[in-house]
């Protein structure tokens, strides 16, 4: 699944390369099942004139869902799920398998959404409307937000607030905003707390730690490209992988030994999955 770095990474790409474009046409295709992704439009026709001459104005990101807001007064808010991507092609390139939309801007090209899973879910709606839809509301911290940066105080006392198990607690989408198996694990290995540290019971020391973690560790994935897990993972708009893949310190490297201190590294069961760790360096 696509976590924060990678949503940001796509942010950026589409800041890029989108930012300007106008729509020509908007197509959702028929027979891939893609009214599962835009099933809050009644009607295939409806989704696609909503979208049809508008220009892209600007990009935005809340948590994991990209706001594509248009010069006519909407927004087209795009939630990837596990499996989506968002590519941008040239418009005679073939269509891929599990291709659900195809935009088609006025200067030529195309933007298209290829999900295998179909738990993509994009829809259309005024702009004016976003700050009142309840899917985009949060009180949880989102590491990333530039408008409203998290100070390490400020993580502090959250994390006094909340008693819980640091894994379970960095996964939680409550507290904070798209980190997922591998990032949740590798912030806790580079701050060198064990995942069942409980979150009340942090010295300022293991707080300061755990936030450069969370914020250097954020950082290299985005500078990284992203992480790109397996041949079904994460691609970038231009279809490229990630590389922080490369940099995994700990994830599913269970009986390799530490890059710190050389003792094998562990797993152990949480919350029905599995969190990987330094039994020896991480305490
Ligand atoms: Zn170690």
């Known amino acids: 699944m696509p976590e ?30 893609a009214m599962k992704i835009v099933g809050r439009h009644g009607r295939r026709k409806e989704f696609q004139e909503l979208l049809e001459g508008a220009k892209i104005e600007h990009i935005r990101r809340i948590g994991r869902r990209l706001l594509i807001e248009l010069d006519n007064e909407r ?16 418009a005679t390139e073939e269509i891929a398998p599990n291709t659900h939309i195809v935009i088609e801007w006025t200067i030529g090209g195309h933007l298209r959404l290829v999900d295998p899973d179909k738990k993509a879910d994009v829809y259309v709606c005024p702009t004016e409307d976003i700050p009142t839809l309840k899917e985009l509301q949060s009180d ?10 998290l100070t390490w105080q400020h993580f502090s006392s959250l994390l006094e607030d909340r008693a819980e198990e640091m894994k379970k607690l960095m996964m939680d989408e409550n507290f904070i905003l798209g980190l997922g198996d591998i990032y949740s694990d590798e912030i806790l290995w580079t701050a060198a707390l064990r995942y069942d540290r409980k979150s009340n019971e942090l010295s300022s020391q293991d707080v300061r730690r755990l936030y450069r973690a969370l914020v250097e560790i954020l950082m290299e994935a985005i500078k990284a490209r992203g992480t790109t ?4 993972g994460f691609r970038d708009l231009h279809g490229d992988m990630g590389t922080f893949q490369h940099e995994i310190k700990v994830f599913e490297r269970d009986g390799e030994p ?12 949480v919350a029905g999955s599995f969190t990987y760790f330094c ?3 991480q305490v």
């Open 140 to 149: 949880a911290i989102d590491p990333l937000d530039a408008q409203n940066p």
């Open 229 to 232: 897990w397996g041949p079904e």
């Open 4 to 33: 924060l770095p990678e949503i940001e990474v796509l942010k950026r790409d589409l800041e890029k390369e989108v930012v300007g474009r106008r729509i020509k046409d908007a197509n959702v295709r028929p027979g891939t099942n």
């Open 258 to 269: 530490c890059r710190r201190c050389r003792n094998p590294l562990e797993k152990a069961k």
């Open 75 to 90: 927004t087209m808010v795009v939630a990837l799920g596990d499996s989506g991507l968002l590519l941008k092609t040239s």
């Open 279 to 281: 039994p020896q360096c």
